[in-house]
């Protein structure tokens, strides 16, 4: 099946700054790449995903880019605010017919300094 | 907005107690699956379905099973707890049947505690 690495485990950074977190997987057939975000104590929610046929995607201050050849994409967040301190988790799935489903990377927890 | 509502936030057992997870989705979703989330390990697939009545081992199905009797209804089923089932649960939903390449709609999360 699918293999997703995510870095780094832990990201500090002071408010204002901008947050990257990268995640590489390993079956080239992978599709679509979701990121998702979990607040404490709360649910993971989706914040922004990209499939393989596009190379960048953003929503105000978050940005996705993926790169196929090389089997990553990452999660960039600029301007980072106290309420952006969350565990991210990122995600690969493949096409419909596939033999497995999204697998997920470990999480980074962001924590984001007033 | 889809609502994916896992019946308990808490829930304490002793070892060996048979314990049921219960997850309803009130969009029409085809798609469940059973997450376990451990620091530090990301969220784990231990089951999932995409019809009713049916469904597929994850990554770590052993001492789980599931059920599926009603599309809208996903159970989680611990036929004999252990301590090393201590964990957060999370139910998810997603909308085409047998299609991995759309969203997951998570619930908020069981927290088990096995003794």
């Known amino acids: 099946g699918e293999n997703v690495e995510q870095h780094p485990s832990t990201l500090s950074v002071q408010e204002g700054d901008s947050a990257v977190i990268k995640c590489t997987y390993s079956d080239s057939a992978s599709n679509y790449f979701p990121w998702y975000k979990q607040e404490l104590g709360k649910r993971p929610q989706l914040i922004i995903d990209?499939?393989?046929?596009?190379g960048e995607k953003k929503d105000q201050r978050i940005a996705v880019t993926l790169n196929k050849t090389a089997k990553h994409f990452s999660l960039h967040i600029t301007e980072t605010q106290p309420e952006d301190s969350a565990v991210y988790f990122c995600a690969a799935s493949i096409p419909p017919g596939g033999s497995y489903i999204p697998t997920f990377g470990r999480g980074t927890s962001l924590i984001v300094h007033p | 907005d889809v609502k994916v509502t896992q019946s308990s936030r808490y829930l304490v057992k002793r070892t060996g107690e048979k314990v049921f997870l219960e997850c309803v989705q009130d969009?029409?979703?085809?798609?469940m699956f059973w997450y376990r989330q451990d620091p530090g390990l990301g969220l784990r697939l231990i089951y999932f379905?995409?019809?009713?009545?049916?469904?597929e081992k994850g990554d770590i199905p052993e001492g789980y099973s599931v059920s599926r009797e009603k599309k809208e209804r996903f159970s989680l089923i611990l036929e004999s707890a252990s301590t090393n089932q201590t964990s957060m649960y999370l139910c998810?939903?997603?909308?085409?049947?047998?299609?991995?390449?759309?969203?997951?709609?998570f619930g908020n999360g069981t927290r088990l505690t096995v003794t």
């Open positions: 379905s995409y019809d009713v009545k049916m469904k």
């Open positions: 969009m029409d979703h085809e798609n």
């Open positions: 990209i499939r393989s046929n596009v």
């Open positions: 998810a939903s997603s909308l085409y049947r047998g299609r991995w390449d759309s969203p997951l709609h």
